[in-house]
């Protein structure tokens, strides 16, 4: 191991900056050029198909057959004259990454001839081994059979790998008996039901409205750390974050990483990584450097929330594949390191009406700030409703590593609005009962005409919120860097629809049952909205222990463990929710709840197994013979007749070093039994709950033991890579 550690070192003294050569200068002149985007369909569809395919798409209506040929026929057409030879339906299974089955475009006629062959029923379903993906119960291993099919609102594109090119259609994925085993089904269908729950709301100010499109804009944090060093971390490469190693005499205390100058070698990365992600049509506009060493980040604009997720999925393959050009390995665990900030994916989401208008933005007439309001305050009132349900969305073993860890925010679910908006509506509360005459500025009197246009940078930021806005968008902060955000954001469009639903509900009581205005209605209804939600606002510091004792003042949860979080899908109202609008039905959600419970303790197994296996096969044989050393060096020390002036503290580090490797040995002996009983129970749930609270006990204990003979035992015989080792050198 010593070897290797030296070896890698030598590896990464060596390395420069890779040279990187753009197509152009300019990004508008090859931004999307492997994406079968619009602009592509035109090109190679006849002008009668497109407009046919466009309208299809636009009223999200099934494709006909004759139509899917036309476009299976212009997308081999497209894909082959850039040098495809395979297509693939490329899909995001419940494994959290994305898979695909490359087949040829070759094929032989009747007559054995050669040809290259893609119809219309290739394109639109495809029928992959549904058995070794996760299911949950709602398929057994033997029945293989499982479907995907073509989803027309997110373009076909090529992806690069080692000199080829292969056509990716993105799909849903679902089994025999038509259960979603993806994350883009229920994406899909939460999207549409925002847009259906939102049309109607949106008509009480503007009859033009015809459809609300989500938007989301994803925000990607990531580490880097050479692949040599990565590679020289058993624990790193099993496990994505480093078990051992104790801190680093400089970290980030100095905080003179986040927005520094880029180091070379990464510029070189980015500039790389971006050119492909921008060929895509994924529209990368920032890169900045992030608080911890060796940490960065990206961000693009807005899109389509559907294709935001796409794009996201896509990015992170992509940053892995031209990482490994450049001698870099991508960490996307949520905290790879002790110690040091752990990475996130700030999910950035609005809604936008066809009119052009940002539903999220105040605006310079009442009538405007009226409509923002509408649809701010019933965002806010559906996080309090389901805010529970919110923190399940986001909940994995590596993601329970960084919330609440001074760096990300808290398990506590809360909305920051700022100090602006919070005065909006507290006086909106206040005006409850004020009286309203004939001729009267309704607007005016009730405050709403005093709302300015609110810009960007006249609502504060608060890091410390889950939940927060931000001047024109809501961001949700507490997403995993490896997540696909397609189950937080499912989760947000339903609970905000379902909020809308139940608004409009209450808002046309008032007009038709009480003789109402609608303006007046809209107040009334909004104003209790205001009252009911007031507990999920917060504006100050989520890390702060008052504020753990203010939350649970006001009846909020504070769920610290996935298993628990978990637990929410299953509650009765959870329920009702996803099958009342269609997003999910009972058996899928148990199934789902299985899922996570399962991939949480298969996670935590191999971070047990991992531990164990190098605290048993690397660390004590190690500490042994440095251990050894030590009494080879007192007996040369009497042989010399020093042992009273020098070794006294040489015995002292010779005892210390045998108690780590008592408790170390303990502890992982214990540890490696609770796993065993563990497996003997039948219960998922309760299996993983036994490991969150008992096998993982053993981990700080062992870690603490390793890290204090780390400090002890000589560089050289060490067999870990050291933590310092791993910050990035510029």
């Known amino acids: 191991m010593a070897i290797l550690r030296f070896k890698a070192l030598e590896l990464v003294s060596q390395r420069k900056p890779a040279e990187v050569v753009l197509p152009s ?118 029945e293989a059979r499982g479907y995907s ?60 409205v015809v459809k609300v499109n989500t938007t989301l804009g994803i925000e990607q944090e990531y580490f880097l750390v050479d692949r040599a060093l990565y590679e020289a971390r058993p624990d790193l490469v099993m496990t994505g974050r480093t078990l051992f190693g104790h801190a680093p005499a400089k970290g980030q205390q100095l905080e003179d990483h986040y927005f520094g100058a880029i180091p070379s ?43 935001a997720v796409d794009h996201n999925q896509l990015l992170m393959d992509i940053m892995d594949r031209v990482a490994e050009r450049h001698g870099f390995k991508v960490l996307l665990h949520e905290k790879p390191y002790k110690g040091v900030n752990g990475s996130g994916k700030h999910n950035n989401w609005a809604m936008s009406t066809n009119t052009g208008v940002n539903l999220l933005s105040p605006g310079k007439k009442p009538k405007e700030n009226l409509q923002f309001l509408t649809f701010f305050i019933n965002t806010v009132m559906a996080v309090h409703k389901y805010a529970d349900l919110l923190r399940a969305s986001i909940a994995s073993a590596s993601n329970d590593h960084r919330l609440g860890a001074n760096e990300a925010p808290p398990a506590i679910m809360s909305v920051f609005v700022g100090q602006q908006l919070t005065a909006v509506l507290e006086e909106l509360e206040r005006t409850a009962k004020v009286p309203m005459e004939k001729g009267d500025n309704m607007y005016l009197k009730l405050g709403i005409d005093k709302i300015p246009e609110i810009l960007r940078d006249n609502t504060d930021r608060n890091r410390t919120s889950p939940f927060a806005f931000t001047g024109n968008k809501f961001e949700f902060r507490a997403v995993g860097s490896s997540a696909n955000s397609s189950s937080s954001m499912t989760v947000l469009n339903t609970i905000v629809a379902d909020q809308l639903i139940d608004f409009r509900v209450a808002v046309d009581h008032l007009i038709d049952n009480k003789g109402m205005k609608k303006e007046l209605a809209i107040i009334q209804v909004l104003r209790e909205y205001v009252a009911a939600s007031k507990a999920i606002r917060f504006e100050g510091n989520g890390y702060s222990k008052e504020w753990e004792e203010e939350a649970a003042k006001r009846g909020l949860s504070n769920i610290k463990s996935t298993p628990r979080a978990l637990d929410v899908y299953l509650r009765e109202e959870v329920q009702d929710l996803f099958t009342r609008h269609g997003i999910l039905s009972r058996v899928e959600l148990h199934a789902r709840h299985e899922i996570l419970l399962e991939e949480y303790i298969k996670k935590i ?33 009497k042989e010399l007749g020093l042992e009273d002036e020098f070794t006294e503290s040489t015995l002292d580090s010779i005892k210390r ?74």
């Open 149 to 208: 099919a073509w989803d027309p609102s997110s373009p076909a594109f090529l992806i690069e790998n080692a000199g080829t090119r292969t056509l990716c259609i993105p799909t849903i994925f679902v089994s025999y008996t038509g259960e979603a085993l993806d994350y883009k089904t229920p994406l899909l269908k939460s999207l549409n039901l925002l847009n259906q729950a939102a049309i109607p709301v949106c008509q009480y100010f503007d009859k033009d």
């Open 657 to 730: 070093i045998s108690r780590h490797i008592k408790t170390i040995q303990t502890n992982a002996v214990d540890m490696i039994q609770q796993r065993k009983v563990a497996n003997k129970i039948e219960d998922v749930r309760e299996k993983a709950i036994f490991y969150n609270e008992k096998v993982m006990t053993y981990f700080e204990a062992i870690r603490t033991s390793v890290d204090k003979l780390e400090l002890m035992v000589d560089d050289e015989d060490w067999p870990l890579v050291k933590y310092r080792e791993l910050m990035f050198r510029r």
């Open 265 to 307: 070698r990464v510029h070189s990365f980015m500039v790389d990584f971006e050119k492909s992600a921008l060929k895509l049509g994924i529209p990368l506009r920032t890169r900045h450097n992030e608080v911890a060493p060796n940490q960065f980040e990206c961000a693009p604009t807005f899109e389509d929330a559907n294709l």
């Open 25 to 142: 200068s300019k990004i508008s002149e090859y931004f999307g050029e492997n994406v079968f985007g619009f602009s592509a369909l035109r090109a190679t569809m006849s002008t009668e198909n497109f407009k046919r395919l466009c309208a299809t798409i636009d009223a999200g209506d099934k494709v006909d057959r004759n139509l899917a040929d036309a476009v299976a026929a212009a997308m081999k057409t497209w894909a082959m004259s850039k040098g495809a030879t395979h297509y693939t339906h490329w899909f995001q299974p419940l494994t959290g990454s994305t898979a695909e089955k490359h087949d040829s475009f070759f094929d032989l006629t009747n007559e054995g001839d050669p040809i290259e062959s893609f119809k219309g029923s290739a394109l639109v379903q495809q029928e992959p081994d549904a058995s070794s993906f996760p299911s949950g119960g709602i398929r057994n291993t033997f």
């Open 605 to 637: 197994q191999i971070e047990s197994r991992v531990m164990g296996d190098l605290a048993f096969n690397h660390v004590i044989p190690t500490a042994v013979a440095y251990q050894n050393k030590l009494i080879q060096n007192i007996r040369g020390l």
